[in-house]
Nanobody, 128 residues
């Protein structure tokens, strides 16, 4: 049974940093495309960053240069380091695994349609 458990959310001031973690179990983590998505009120869930099994990364335009996605395959954990946070980064952040256990990640332009396993989410609040 696939389980994804996010942690690390919280409240910070603009310009601050947070590191999100996602503990994964129930599948071969090292072979899976993994991603971070976020949901804000009134908007569709958007892709923030994805990382494939070969450690190739893709970032959403709004977070490039500020966020870093990484993974520790020994710990079955996915991370999202968020620096220079802005109020518009606030939302619920979700960890996700691409359906079918694919190693490569699809384009972020496809949104979240290719991901079927999700964590419960962790709230990020950024005050100005």
């Amino acid at each position: 049974q696939v389980q994804l458990v996010e942690s690390g959310g919280g409240s910070v001031q603009a310009g601050g940093s947070l590191r999100l973690s996602c503990a994964a179990s129930g599948f071969i983590f090292s072979r899976s495309c993994m991603g971070w998505f976020r949901q804000t009120p009134g908007k569709e869930r958007e892709g923030v960053a994805v990382l494939d099994a070969y450690k190739a990364t893709t970032y959403g335009d709004s977070v490039k240069g500020r966020f870093t996605i990484s993974r520790d395959n020994d710990k079955n954990t996915l991370y999202l380091q968020m620096d220079s946070l802005k109020p518009e980064d606030a939302g619920i952040y979700y960890c996700a695994r691409r359906s079918g256990g694919w190693s490569y990640c699809p384009s972020l332009d496809r949104g979240d349609r290719d991901y079927t396993d999700w964590g419960q989410g962790t709230q990020v609040t950024v005050s100005s």
